[in-house]
């Protein structure tokens, strides 16, 4: 396995006690001790924020957790940079774009997602909004919208209206089902993926690493584009640096068995923790 130098995730959900976080303290940093053996060294952990509770007793909450294990995390794995965004849920209710504590990094990034999982009737207003507002909106896992699938142009028009798409690691192997993971990598092949994050939960347990994706594009003969999608880019999103156009990275879907577990070796920690829980 080559080694991965300085991948980085902007998509995962840690946050003891809150959301879908860790139960424990302990158990997040567990968790990033894994992903720091995975050489996943710079994270954004983005616990759900329905937009209507921007200024909210539930925020505070995840604040204050966030913040005592950030301060846990700076003794124990010094290497690891981590920091706290939101996956903020677009529900109608209008976000403060000067709220720069929902900013995954200066550059006024914002990662998003549209509620249950459903395609909108109207997919680009909300987006078109937040662009208006001066924000520049990250859509999470746009490949697992359900109805996505039958209106594939979506993605090209999003991007073109300016919005990054985040792919999830899990859906180039099919842990979310078949139509995501062809609908996410159509999207590789056509280069209309910005970046990938692991979109990982701590409750329920879901373990997929952006390392699995970094190392399942380079054995796929993609380098490039898998240190721009779990590298480069997301560091550039969470530093305010340029994003990079990521190019097209075809992936085989003949090898693909559908049982949602797919050809990419499994990393170090996904042995350590078990696929059984943690
Ligand atoms: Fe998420």
Redesign the pocket.
């Given at each position: 396995m080559t080694d991965a130098p300085r991948l980085a995730d902007l998509?995962c959900?840690l946050v003891p006690g809150v959301d879908d976080g860790a139960e424990t303290f302990r158990d997040a940093l567990v968790w990033l001790e894994a992903f720091a053996e995975d050489g996943i060294t710079r994270v954004a952990t983005?616990p759900?924020l329905p937009a209507r509770l921007a200024d909210s007793d539930y925020r505070r909450r995840v604040v204050d957790r966030f913040s005592e294990l950030a301060a846990r995390a700076e003794d124990r794995l010094p290497s690891v940079e981590l920091s706290l965004a939101f996956?903020i849920r677009l529900d109608g209710a209008p976000l403060d774009p000067a709220d720069e504590a929902l900013w995954l990094g200066p550059g006024r990034h914002v990662l998003v997602?549209f509620q249950g999982l459903v395609l909108p009737a109207e997919p680009q207003r909300e987006l078109s909004s937040l662009l208006e507002a001066g924000l520049h909106p990250v859509l999470?896992?746009p490949e697992r919208y359900q109805g996505i699938g039958h209106d594939r142009a979506w993605p090209s028009l999003w991007r073109e209206m300016g919005v990054r798409l985040c792919v999830n690691a899990g859906s180039l192997w099919g842990a979310y089902g078949r139509e995501p993971q062809e609908v996410a990598r159509g999207m590789l092949a056509r280069g209309e993926a910005d970046l990938v994050g692991s979109?990982h939960?701590a409750r329920p347990h879901r373990s997929d690493t952006v390392r699995e994706a970094w190392d399942l594009l380079r054995d796929a003969g993609h380098p490039e584009a898998a240190d721009l999608l779990v590298g480069e880019n997301t560091r550039a999103v969470l530093d305010g640096g340029e994003l990079a156009a990521v190019p097209p990275a075809p992936l085989d879907t003949a090898e693909e068995d559908g049982s949602g577990v797919g050809t990419t070796g499994r990393s170090s920690w996904w042995r350590f923790l078990g696929a059984g829980g943690r």
């Open positions: 998509h959900h983005t759900h996956e997602e999470a896992h979109d939960h």
